[in-house]
């Protein structure tokens, strides 16, 4: 038998015994790195958007008591020394903590 | 749809940019597909189904190119020739650059488990160049003519036939001891 018949023999048994690659994560994973299809075009997209806002904001002025809730805002204030020492105090220790809290993490 | 052609399945690719169709066709041509790449890169299984993931994302995305005068596989595999041949172009550059001497190739990054003869024989392909091991691998297992293969390679047809000649005679040397007993 010749070279020749022998490598033609081997590639027939290769091809018959050729083993089939069926996994579904491969077509899976090809499915997701394939470019996504726009369902709708980028203008019509736009133009649900601009009537979507529109839409709720006719609601919202329509339904929300926005005046209502402006209204229960306090009109004055009053800042006593008390409140003012108090503020000072928890900006204080605030900044304290902070402080405190970036040294410990630099230690790590 | 599963039983539709090839041809009927890219007309909706094309027309509809139907990812139904195209899972189809990659269902339909995977597996050749996939077993080509390992005989092509030493049964490197996560490097051939990179290659042919990449050859069908390469494929859908210029699906509008495919005339339809060759066969879809051979389109297929065409994209696949050129996608693995730039593969091991920037590999090699990646090895220069890094001043590797060659030791460290392919060949030695797979390991074979001597029972089979399907991965033996891909690491014996590995003694072949990147064209020689398709234009074998076309020529032997796909039994595609020369002027097909010429087609896919774009390659002249004197390249493909020394390509065939030289390789078969390098892979007879490499066969050289194997036992071909149990084949008959």
């Given at each position: 038998?010749?070279?020749?018949?022998?490598?033609?023999?081997?590639?027939?048994?290769?091809?018959?015994?050729?083993?089939?690659?069926?996994?579904?994560?491969?077509?899976?994973?090809?499915?997701?790195?394939?470019?996504?299809?726009?369902?709708?075009?980028?203008?019509f997209e736009s133009a649900i958007t601009l009537v979507a806002v529109a839409i709720s904001c006719g609601l919202i002025y329509h339904y929300f008591p926005a005046l209502e809730l402006l209204n229960q805002v306090p009109r004055q204030f009053?800042?006593?020394?008390?409140?003012?020492?108090?503020?000072?105090?928890?900006?204080?220790?605030?900044?304290?903590?902070?402080?405190?809290?970036?040294?410990?993490d630099l230690e790590f | 749809m599963t039983d539709a052609t090839d041809q009927a399945l890219i007309q909706r690719v094309v027309t509809l940019n139907c990812h139904a169709s195209f899972n189809v066709l990659v269902k339909r041509h995977q597996s050749t597909l996939r077993y080509s790449l390992r005989q092509m890169t030493g049964w490197d299984q996560s490097l051939a189904d990179d290659l042919a993931q990449e050859t069908f994302i390469k494929a859908y995305t210029s699906i509008t190119s495919f005339n339809g005068t060759a066969k879809f596989s051979s389109w297929l595999y065409r994209i696949a020739y050129n996608v693995m041949i730039s593969h091991f172009?920037?590999?090699?550059?990646?090895?220069?650059?890094?001043?590797?001497?060659?030791?460290?190739?392919?060949?030695?990054s797979v390991s074979f488990d001597s029972n089979d003869l399907h991965r033996d024989l891909a690491g014996a392909m590995l003694k072949l160049s990147p064209q020689q091991r398709m234009a074998l691998h076309l020529h032997l297992h796909k039994q595609l003519t020369h002027q097909e293969i010429c087609t896919i390679m774009d390659i002249p047809l004197g390249t493909v036939k020394t390509a065939i000649t030289r390789g078969k005679k390098k892979l007879q040397e490499s066969l050289v001891g194997w036992e071909t007993g149990g084949m008959s």
């Open positions: 038998m010749t070279k020749e018949l022998e490598l033609d023999k081997l590639f027939t048994h290769l091809r018959v015994s050729e083993p089939a690659f069926n996994e579904a994560q491969f077509l899976h994973s090809v499915n997701l790195a394939l470019p996504k299809k726009r369902r709708i075009s980028m203008a009053m800042i006593t020394p008390q409140a003012l020492v108090l503020l000072g105090g928890a900006a204080t220790a605030l900044s304290g903590l902070i402080y405190w809290a970036s040294e410990v | 172009r920037l590999a090699r550059n990646r090895e220069l650059t890094l001043g590797d001497d060659g030791a460290h190739s392919t060949e030695s």
